[in-house]
């Protein structure tokens, strides 16, 4: 789903995944990063971010994980930019004053530890309506908001106002469908609960911020999906990043009987305990491969001479210029 919105950062809220969790979509070509409560507490929130594998491999930090509620990410841009994302997922109406307040505190903390330079964007179910009072809050609420501002979104736009920030659903004209992202269970009425925020002086870079109605997202939230102006600053190539020599497979029958004992060691060697599946799979694939390459050995490339193929032409062509015989013209 989310290649076919071509989403290159998606963040995630409400994942209930247990303590730090990383792991790559097979076949999907995302990487998720997914932080929740420890242990065996109560999993009722949980945050995260999903990346294109491809642009993961890129990243000079992976995301970090405040808490249950709060995952950063920093990217670096081009011209010696950066810019910090902040994956959340605020707590609902039915909580406790104490966890609201304690989640804006921690959120506040966050936002005042990024560096000033940084662009700064908010993506995340903030469980909260801002209303339409554009006056009230300028700056920080467009004139095309949605629905009544409750006191969940008041503690919202009072931090967007501390920090200059700038909630972007609200700054574009189009239909509420494209706006409302929440649909109550009850009364099924749609509502905007989700939001894209930036610093204010960087509302230039948003293009649109709208819902993607057709997207299946398993859920009573629609997909909210934001085009930004922001380039990534791609790591150069080193040594390290040739592709590796490929084995001979020519060889491989018959030398089966090698090949079999020679990883039985290599394996045997290998055998030690690992604290995470990562390492336990970075073992097992040296292994393998350091056995498949002492057994069958590399393919030699061969590149083939443009000049051996056509030489006679070229002498051909090379007696024809020197021939003194020719007419000038």
């Not at 790559?24 to 242990?39: A, D, L």
């Not at 629905?147 to 920030?165: E, R, V, W």
Request: proline letters at 3%; hydrophobic letters at 35%.
């Amino acid at each position: 789903m989310l290649s076919q919105y071509q989403v290159d950062i998606a963040a995630l809220s409400e994942t209930r995944f247990a303590g730090k969790t990383q792991f790559e979509e097979v076949g999907g070509g995302y990487t998720f990063y997914c932080i929740g409560q420890p242990g065996d507490d109560p999993r009722i929130s949980g945050v995260g971010f999903a990346i294109r594998t491809k642009l993961a491999r890129q990243l000079d930090s992976l995301p970090c994980g405040i808490n249950d509620r709060l995952m950063t990410l920093r990217l670096k841009l081009t011209k010696d930019c950066f810019a910090t994302i902040i994956s959340t997922y605020a707590p609902t109406m039915a909580n406790p004053d104490e966890t609201k307040e304690a989640f804006y505190e921690d959120l506040n903390r966050v936002v005042s530890e990024v560096n000033s330079r940084d662009k700064l964007i908010f993506l995340g179910d903030f469980n909260g309506q801002v209303g339409v009072d554009h006056s009230s809050w300028p700056n920080v609420l467009g004139r095309h908001g949605t629905g009544k501002c409750n006191s969940n979104g008041l503690m919202l736009l009072s931090l967007c106002a501390q920090h200059q920030l700038n909630i972007t659903n609200t700054i574009f004209q189009q239909a509420d469908k494209f706006k409302n992202n929440w649909m109550h269970p009850r009364s099924r009425q749609w509502h905007m609960l989700d939001y894209v925020i930036v610093r204010q002086r960087d509302r230039c870079d948003v293009h649109i911020t709208c819902c993607m109605r057709g997207a299946e997202c398993r859920s009573a939230h629609r997909l909210l999906r934001s085009k930004m102006n922001i380039q990534l600053a791609l790591k150069k190539k080193t040594a390290r990043d040739k592709p590796l020599r490929k084995l001979n497979i020519a060889q491989l029958i018959p030398n089966k009987e090698a090949l079999q004992q020679s990883l039985q060691e290599s394996l045997s060697n290998a055998e030690q305990e690992h604290d995470s599946l990562e390492d336990k799979w970075r073992s097992f694939h040296e292994a393998v491969f350091s056995a498949a390459a002492d057994t069958l050995g590399f393919v030699d490339r061969k590149h083939q001479d443009w000049f051996d193929e056509n030489e006679a032409d070229m002498k051909k062509l090379i007696e024809k210029l020197h021939d003194p015989q020719r007419s000038s013209c």
